[in-house]
C-alpha cells in the first residue's frame, strides 16, 4: 500500500513540477488564461442569473466558490512560478559572488606582484 501511494505522489509531484516549469516558461500565456476563465466565469454569472432568476442566490453562492477556488490555484500556480525564479536568482547571484572574488583574488596578486616589483626596482 505504501508503495502505491508513494507512486502516486511521485507522479502528482513530478506533473506539478512540469507544470510550474511551463508556468515559468510561459507566464503571458497563463496570465491570459486565467483572465480568460474569470472572464468565461463572470459571463455564466451573469447568464444564469438573467435566465434562471429563481436559482439566483445558488448561483451567486456557487459563483463565489468557483472564483475563489480559481483564484487560490492561480495563486498557488504563481507563487511555485515565484519560488522558481528565486531559485535562478540565487544561481545567478552564487555565480556572480564566485566570479567577484576569483577577480579580486587576481586582482590581490597582482598588487602584490607590482609592489614586489617596485621594491625590487628602488633596490637597484
Known amino acids: ?8 505522489l511521485n507522479g502528482i509531484n513530478s506533473q506539478w513540477s512540469q507544470l510550474r516549469e511551463f508556468a515559468y516558461a510561459n507566464k503571458t500565456l497563463f496570465e491570459i488564461g ?5 472572464a468565461g466565469e463572470q459571463a455564466t454569472l451573469i447568464l444564469l442569473t438573467e435566465f434562471f432568476p429563481e436559482y ?4 451567486i453562492s456557487l ?8 483564484f487560490s490555484f492561480h495563486k498557488l500556480l504563481m507563487e ?3 519560488r522558481l525564479l528565486e531559485k535562478h536568482v ?8 564566485r566570479i567577484s572574488q576569483t577577480a579580486f583574488a587576481d586582482l590581490d596578486h597582482d598588487r602584490v606582484r607590482m609592489s614586489e616589483q617596485k621594491f625590487l626596482d628602488s633596490k637597484n
Open 80 to 82: 511555485s512560478r515565484i
Open 1 to 8: 500500500m505504501t508503495s502505491a501511494s508513494a507512486a502516486t
Open 90 to 97: 540565487q544561481v545567478i547571484e552564487d555565480d556572480l559572488s
Open 63 to 70: 459563483f463565489a466558490l468557483v472564483v475563489l477556488t480559481t
Open 56 to 59: 439566483s442566490t445558488l448561483t
Open 34 to 38: 486565467f483572465i480568460v476563465v474569470y
